[in-house]
């Protein structure tokens, strides 16, 4: 997505968690790494790590911006928070089987129907993924199918 964009000219900045391995890329400046380390489920000790994805949105996005959230669970919750904040539309992305998961583990599940009822759109890699997805959310809102692309290394 981002290569995409670089090469379109559209502007626009990747957030990723502080711990995440630094990646070497055309668009190296529009990395910033400022994203709260996150669980991957909020049940047992991970519920407490809440409050650092809430203080993760001091992010002020520009006007005019849209937010995609790549990954997700938990980082889309950030997402759909800064989409409602700033009054911007908010693109969520099931990335397999993963998306599926937290629909069935408290506290994860509340978190992720209001994800899944809030999202503008919702994108899947898979009609499998999305499908499961509406099963698990029990609710049968329109999902896009969008495949990942292959890319040719050069």
Not at 84 to 109: C, E, K, N, Q, W
């Amino acid at each position: 997505h981002c290569t995409s964009l670089y090469h379109k000219g559209i502007p626009f900045t990747l957030l990723l968690p502080q711990g995440a391995v630094r990646m070497r890329s055309v668009y190296d400046s529009q990395i910033r790494y400022i994203l709260p380390n996150l669980p991957f489920s909020f049940s047992r000790k991970g519920f407490f790590k809440i409050p650092l994805l809430w203080r993760a949105c001091n992010i002020i996005p520009p006007p005019g911006s849209i937010i995609h959230s790549l990954v997700d669970f938990p980082y889309a919750l950030l997402g759909m928070r800064l989409a409602r904040r700033y009054g911007l539309p908010h693109i969520a992305h099931m990335i397999g089987t993963y998306s599926v998961l937290p629909f069935y583990h408290f506290p994860d599940s509340y978190f992720m129907r209001r994800l899944y009822q809030s999202a503008d759109t919702i994108i899947s890699i898979s009609q499998f993924t999305a499908a499961a997805a509406q099963k698990a959310a029990g609710h049968s809102r329109e999902i896009m199918i969008m495949h990942p692309p292959v890319a040719q290394l050069l």
